[in-house]
């Protein structure tokens, strides 16, 4: 896991102009300064705290196709064709093919499975049905028994904190200028067209301004008088002490909670689920569009009283500043929300009641990250009519480690009028707006 202890590793000097300015080192941002300069673009990425100190190096490893929204099935399948070749270029991140495995409690989480295959056909998806019994062939010795699972073999894992830094010194080898430690403080607007940002180390012009910041999105838009409703919500993730291998090597996870092996030989375990949302002015703004997520899952997400200091939610977080003084993103240079310890220790007793061959489950150590989330589940993926020369990628919902490839290659092309050939409708910036009906992702 990265933090604001982990050293700067990017210290160029902030350029007077660029073709594309990329805001946020994330996964996001990371793909997609790296494929504006291989199209030949002139591009620089700038990060207040550090290449993926946040959420991009805080998630599960997952790189899946299965469970995805449909509208989000094709860039899965373009991400997951792009990552051996990434591995390749940027070294060695632990890239493996070993599949998700949903596990069913009942008949009922079973006819999800079947729903979301029925959709997904046509996109040729390797998953599969499988029985109980297919189920105890794949899991032996399990402790406890399951009602079926749907499984994708062709999905992947990789080491999160390995990955995104690995492809941000591969992006610097094709040219990409990256900057830890520099925020922008704000958009550079010129005759009501973002012409650029102003940083804490100085203003750098630019054709195109790409947001990818992640939890940070919507306070950064609303200084502009930008409004989205998004939120961020804390998830606690654990790493155990290193434990024999089972048979099945991939992600799996049941109503209880999620598991994948790792290359260190422990595994990386969450709750199923489980999300906690601080509330703040934001949270007060969206609570009408994200009714029908909380009522669907009610108890999956707790609601807590106030966000820590600093936090972009935050009840004491400044909502003005100015390009001249120092602005909320430098007040916090990476998030890291302490982990829920009384879910880390029900993880190791889950984990280990789950598979008791391998003995008591000891937890090495536990973290959490806020995920930037959307109501209904899916990001906002487009440019933004309000501000022209500005392009938003955020609100990725949990799914932007797998998927960042093919999401930082639309992106890019979006913020360079290049040709994509993406149906991006479900993802547009005015569906909040423009009176249409939001349609809740599966979020399996």
């Known amino acids: 896991m990265i933090t604001a202890a982990t050293a700067i590793e990017h210290r160029a000097t902030l350029p007077r102009q660029a073709d594309v300015v990329v805001i946020g080192g994330g996964i996001i941002g990371v793909m997609t300064a790296w494929e504006a300069a291989k199209a030949g673009h002139k591009t620089v990425l700038l990060e207040k705290g550090r290449i993926a100190g946040e959420q991009s190096s805080r998630n599960w490893g997952w790189i899946r196709a299965q469970g995805r929204d449909v509208a989000e ?9 792009m990552w051996p070749a990434l591995e390749k270029a940027a070294g060695g991140f632990g890239l493996r093919r070993t599949g998700t495995l949903y596990l069913a409690k009942d008949d009922a989480e079973m006819a999800r499975y079947v729903e979301w295959l029925d959709q ?50 591969a992006a610097v080898r094709d040219g990409v200028t990256i900057i830890e430690n520099c ?51 804390r998830a606690t993730v654990a790493q155990t002490d290193p434990m024999a291998a089972l048979d099945y090597l991939g992600g799996a996870v ?99 009641a789950t598979f008791p061959a391998l003995g008591t489950t000891k937890i090495k150590k536990a973290w959490a990250g806020l995920i930037d989330t959307l109501p209904d589940v899916v990001p906002i993926v487009d440019t933004c009519d309000a501000l022209p020369g500005l392009t938003i990628c955020t609100g990725m919902c949990g799914h932007g480690f797998g998927i960042g490839p093919a999401m930082g290659r639309v992106t890019a092309q979006l913020a360079t009028n290049t040709a994509h050939g993406y149906d991006l409708t479900r993802f547009r910036f005015a569906r909040f707006s423009d009176g249409s009906p939001l349609t809740l992702g599966p979020n399996l």
Do not use: C
Request: proline share 9%; net charge positive.
């Open 120 to 169: 997904a056909a046509s996109f040729a998806v390797s998953s599969r049905l499988l029985d109980a019994n297919d189920v105890a062939t794949m899991l032996p010795g399990a402790g406890r028994k399951w009602a079926g699972a749907l499984h994708t073999p062709t999905d992947m894992r990789a080491e999160p904190w390995l990955t995104v830094p690995a492809l941000a010194r």
């Open 254 to 352: 049941d109503n209880r909670l999620a598991w994948r092996r790792r290359e260190d030989g422990g595994y990386t375990l969450a709750p199923e689920g489980f999300h906690e949302l601080f509330v703040g002015p934001d949270a007060f703004r969206a609570f009408t569009r994200f009714a029908p997520q909380l009522l669907k899952d009610p108890l999956g997400t707790r609601l807590l009283p106030a966000a820590p200091r600093g936090y972009p939610d935050a009840w004491g977080t400044p909502r003005r500043w100015s390009g001249d003084q120092p602005s909320p993103f430098e007040a916090m240079r990476v998030l890291d929300p302490s982990p829920n310890r009384s879910k880390v220790a029900k993880l190791a007793r889950d984990f280990t």
């Open 183 to 233: 925020a922008v403080r704000l958009l550079d607007i010129t005759a009501g067209t973002v012409t650029g940002v102003i940083t804490e180390k100085g203003r750098i012009t630019a054709d195109a301004t790409v947001l990818a910041g992640g939890a940070w999105s919507s306070l950064l838009l609303r200084r502009h008088g930008v409004s989205i409703p998004q939120l961020s919500v």
């Open 73 to 81: 099935l094709p860039l899965a399948l373009a991400a997951q064709a």
